[in-house]
């Protein structure tokens, strides 16, 4: 199993950047963000792949950045300018699907998970 610790959540004023880490305790070839509202369905955010090719949501594409340090085992999530419809629980989560040369932003196709940061904007 793969243990993920995510940290760097918080609260921020709309139009500002938070940066989200993710500390996984094992190595896999898929990694992604995904964010859940109370009540609604988890979505995916972003993910990204051994080769470092990102996928995001449309409605992060320009704002949100996704990268990994393999030599840390860390995810991170710089958010910018960021919407009052941004603000979820963000989870991480490893060992992803793949379609075609992207890691899948399905979360129905991702195995571990971690406990989430909550990302509040007001």
């Known amino acids: 199993d793969v243990q993920l610790v995510e940290s760097g959540g918080g609260s921020v004023q709309a139009g500002g950047s938070l940066r989200l880490s993710c500390t996984a305790s094992?190595?896999?070839?898929?990694m992604g963000w995904f964010r859940q509202e109370p009540g609604k369905e988890r979505e995916g955010v972003a993910s990204?792949?051994?080769?470092?090719?990102?996928s995001y949501s449309d409605s992060v594409k320009g704002r949100f950045t996704i990268s990994q340090d393999n030599a840390k085992n860390t995810l991170y999530l710089q958010m910018d300018s960021l919407k009052l419809e941004d603000t979820a629980m963000y989870y991480c989560?490893?060992?992803?699907?793949?379609?075609?040369?992207?890691?899948?932003?399905?979360?129905?196709?991702?195995?571990?998970w971690g406990q989430g940061t909550q990302v509040t904007v007001s």
């Open positions: 989560a490893a060992d992803g699907g793949r379609h075609g040369s992207l890691c899948s932003t399905r979360a129905g196709e991702y195995t571990f």
């Open positions: 094992g190595y896999t070839a898929c």
């Open positions: 990204v792949g051994v080769d470092d090719r990102p």
